[in-house]
């Protein structure tokens, strides 16, 4: 008997993706913007609602939970049963939820009720939930299938940066006019958005 020797398989490594990578850093700068964006809104949405209402800290707390269950009520209404029938790609759904993220962020400049900070949370809300899957899986049809995990990792990252740079950016603007901070958030959209059409 002649031992066997199991032959070697060359494998051949790939570069490591990088942020630069023209295939999908398109995708990555709409992160960045969207989230940039999200970061300023929650940041400062609770004293918004203050500043706005007129109320105590402690009414201003109950009436901005209430608009969070609009917008994450309004999340899951996109996801479980517009998603499901809409058959339409993940570009399309960017496209489509843009627009309810940046008209969203306006509803909040130009309120003065609760009803108007509500509306403007669950337009926010049905937007994301269009959305933000929408970028990773958008992003991953650009890449073979092996750098996938790598690319949703990128994906993340980027995330976490917006959610880095809108607060900070977010409580400076707030500081000189607390409106102006929903209306640059809607103008880095309703940017983001005019590139996608």
Known sequence: ????????????????????????????LLVLVVYSGVGMVQQTLGFYFQDVLHISAIDAAKKYALAMMCSSGAMLFSQLFLVQRLKVTPYQLIRFGLPFIAIGFMCLSLASSMLMLALGMALFGLGMGLAAPSFSAAASLTVEGDEQGALAGLVGSVSGMGFVIGPLLGGYIYSISPS??????????????????
Not at 180 to 197: E, K, S
Request: net charge positive; hydrophobic share 45%.
């Open 180 to 197: 102006l901070t929903y209306d640059v958030a809607a103008g880095a959209v309703i940017f983001a958005l005019v590139y996608v059409w």
């Open 1 to 28: 008997k002649f031992p066997y020797h199991k032959p070697e398989v060359q494998r051949i490594k790939k570069p490591k993706i990088r942020y630069s990578d023209k295939r999908f850093m398109i995708y990555l």
